[in-house]
T-cell receptor
Framework: DADVTQTPRNRITKTGKRIMLECSQTKGHDRMYWYRQDPGLGLRLIYYSFDVKDINKGEISDGYSVSRQAQAKFSLSLESAIPNQTALYFC??????????????FGEGSRLTVL | KNQVEQSPQSLIILEGKNCTLQCNYTVSPFSNLRWYKQDTGRGPVSLTIMTFSENTKSNGRYTATLDADTKQSSLHITASQLSDSASYICVVSARNTGNQFYFGTGTSLTVIP
């Protein structure tokens, strides 16, 4: 089983619909991240969380919200999806500051298409 | 401003040939630099880490270099294989308490038979 699991892997939806992407991890890491990847733009940070009670905005948080339900779970929501949110979304984890090695562990990605 | 720039944007090489990918950064304070390999439709996976004191590090056919003075890194791939076809992403970590990772936009490598 993958250490970082994302569901769904693929989703097609319509403009205005609410969408939730879920992420769970078995690595025991405190830090979790949501990124989106667009061709030519690379990976951009949407939100990140350093523990269950910590939520921080990334560089492109507008139109998104997150919930850290437990150490192992971090979900991303699009309250009202729009076509320019069509992208490949990645969840990632990393160790906390005490054991920080600078390595991100990524899920397999969730491809979202908004029509 | 903390930035990471990679070149070339894309590269096509023949199987068995060598190639070198470049990464320039302005991230400060610098903690480490990692090269990730991202196969199509998959999540990125770390290939190698470079810390401030390291100049060269190898992982099989992959060799990364770091020049902390000029803030440049390279990834050299020797005797390329078809399975090397992927996007290679340079990620620099900063030593601070906030978001720590700065991403390049990647180099798309295609190895052809």
């Amino acid at each position: 089983d993958a250490d970082v699991t994302q569901t769904p892997r693929n989703r097609i939806t319509k403009t205005g619909k609410r969408i939730m992407l879920e992420c769970s991890q078995t690595k025991g890491h405190d830090r979790m991240y949501w990124y989106r990847q667009d061709p030519g733009l690379g990976l951009r940070l949407i939100y990140y969380s350093f523990d269950v009670k910590d939520i921080n905005k990334g560089e492109i948080s507008d139109g998104y919200s997150v919930s850290r339900q437990a150490q192992a779970k971090f979900s991303l929501s699009l309250e009202s999806a729009i076509p320019n949110q069509t992208a490949l979304y990645f969840c990632a984890t990393s160790e906390g500051s005490r054991g920080h090695t600078g390595e991100l562990f990524f899920g397999e990605g969730s491809r979202l298409t908004v029509l | 401003k903390n930035q990471v720039e990679q070149s070339p944007q894309s590269l096509i090489i023949l199987e068995g040939k060598n190639c070198t990918l470049q990464c320039n950064y302005t991230v400060s304070p610098f903690s480490n630099l990692r090269w990730y390999k991202q196969d199509t439709g998959r999540g990125p996976v770390s290939l190698t880490i470079m810390t401030f004191s390291e100049n060269t590090k190898s992982n099989g056919r992959y060799t990364a270099t770091l020049d902390a003075d000029t803030k440049q890194s390279s990834l050299h791939i020797t005797a390329s294989q078809l399975s090397d076809s992927a996007s290679y992403i340079c990620v620099v970590s900063a030593r601070n308490t906030g978001n720590q990772f700065y991403f390049g936009t990647g180099t798309s490598l295609t190895v052809i038979p």
